[in-house]
């Protein structure tokens, strides 16, 4: 498995920005794809954005499109995901998920190793 550390949640007023960082350790990534998925409060954990490792490809939930953006560094081994004009309903804990040969990167079920998740709270 891999480890997952997240980190840049925060408070922010609708209309900022915040960037969440997952550092990854304990594997080799070229067949791994990494996702952030969310859970609001007594809902399920949501798919927002994924990343291939090896070519780059990235996928976007409908609600966050032209606002969020995933985005990786491969000598940090970090994958990023800059959130703007946030909205109060984007409150949520965020989670980093990393899984190998990964087909169906917006389902959950696909990813074998998650982060300890952050929360983010968009004030209106």
């Known amino acids: 498995q891999v480890r997952l550390v997240e980190s840049g949640g925060g408070l922010v007023q609708a209309g900022g920005s915040l960037r969440l960082s997952c550092a990854a350790s304990?594997?080799?990534?070229?067949?791994?794809?990494m996702g952030w998925f969310r859970q609001a409060p007594g809902k399920e954990r949501d798919f927002v954005a994924a990343i291939r490792w090896s070519d780059g490809i990235t996928y976007y939930a409908d609600s966050v499109k032209g606002r969020f953006t995933i985005s990786r560094d491969n000598a940090k081994t970090t994958v990023y995901l800059q959130m703007n004009s946030l909205k109060p309903e984007d409150t949520a804990v965020y989670y980093c998920?990393?899984?190998?040969?990964?087909?169906?990167?917006?389902?959950?079920?696909?990813?074998?190793?998650w982060g300890q998740g952050t929360q983010v709270t968009v004030s209106s």
């Open positions: 998920a990393a899984g190998n040969l990964v087909v169906t990167l917006t389902s959950k079920y696909a990813y074998d190793s």
């Open positions: 304990g594997r080799t990534f070229s067949r791994y794809a």
